[in-house]
Antibody, heavy 123, light 107 residues
Framework: QVRLQQSGPGLVKPSQTLSLTCAIS??????????WNWIRQSPSRGLEWLGK?????????DYAVSVKSRITINPDISKNQFSLQLNSVTPDDTAVYYC?????????????WGQGSTVTVSS | DIQMTQSPSSLSASVGDRVTITCRAS??????LNWYQQKPGKAPQLLTY???TLQTGVPSRFSGSRSGTDFTLTISSLQAEDSATYYC?????????FGQGTKVEIK
């Protein structure tokens, strides 16, 4: 059974960097049949896809235009996890953040999700 | 970015009713359309993928269909436990996008 376990601080100061980690069990971050996503949700934005990382003989990343200048998603093969870094945060980045697996076999529908991390941006 | 427009934004129906939710893509996405159910305080759960394939373990009263760039999620006989918000999401482009959601309430 695949599980995703999220970790990271719940409070970040404005202008600082938001960092979250998603630990994978039951699958591999290097799987050629999966993509590893970050999504966030807030009342004002609804569900917003932020980006993904995936391995297809080399590593690829795709990011949403809305955060492209501020976001980095990195795989960590040694720990079988992937991370989200969002720079220069503002209160508008306050949201529940999720990691999720997109599976090629299910048309990249996101079939496994982390538990969610509530992140508040405030001084 | 591909825009996904859902309708209605909310609906109220009785147990046993047939419920239909629509999602329209701003451009062709072939059949790369997924539907999710989300209950309060929980992560979204995949219901269908590739427009019409039911995810393992999802009740057969849920079904999806496609007509061009219009997609439909149907609940054939609404149950009390189906009270939730439903989202569509396209996986056609490298940059994924979600619809704004449809809240389904039980009368």
């Amino acid at each position: 059974q695949v599980r995703l376990q999220q970790s990271g601080p719940g409070l970040v100061k404005p202008s600082q960097t938001l960092s979250l980690t998603c630990a994978i069990s039951g699958d591999s971050v290097s799987s050629k049949g999966a993509a590893w996503n970050w999504i966030r949700q807030s009342p004002s934005r609804g569900l917003e896809w932020l980006g993904k990382t995936y391995y297809r003989s080399k590593w690829y990343n795709d990011y949403a235009v809305s955060v492209k200048s501020r976001i980095t998603i990195n795989p960590d093969i040694s720990k079988n996890q992937f991370s989200l870094q969002l720079n220069s945060v503002t209160p508008d980045d306050t949201a529940v953040y999720y990691c999720a697996r997109g599976l090629a076999a299910s048309s990249y529908g996101m079939d496994v999700w982390g538990q969610g991390s509530t992140v508040t941006v405030s001084s | 970015d591909i825009q996904m427009t859902q309708s209605p934004s909310s609906l109220s129906a009785s147990v046993g009713d047939r419920v239909t939710i629509t999602c329209r893509a701003s451009q062709t996405i072939s059949s790369f359309l997924n539907w999710y159910q989300q209950k309060p305080g929980k992560a979204p759960q995949l219901l269908t993928y590739a427009a019409s394939t039911l995810q393992t373990g999802v009740p057969s009263r849920f079904s999806g269909s496609r007509s061009g760039t219009d997609f439909t999620l149907t609940i054939s006989s609404l149950q009390a436990e189906d009270s939730a918000t439903y989202y569509c999401q396209q996986s056609y482009s490298l940059s994924r996008t979600f619809g704004q959601g449809t809240k389904v309430e039980i009368k």
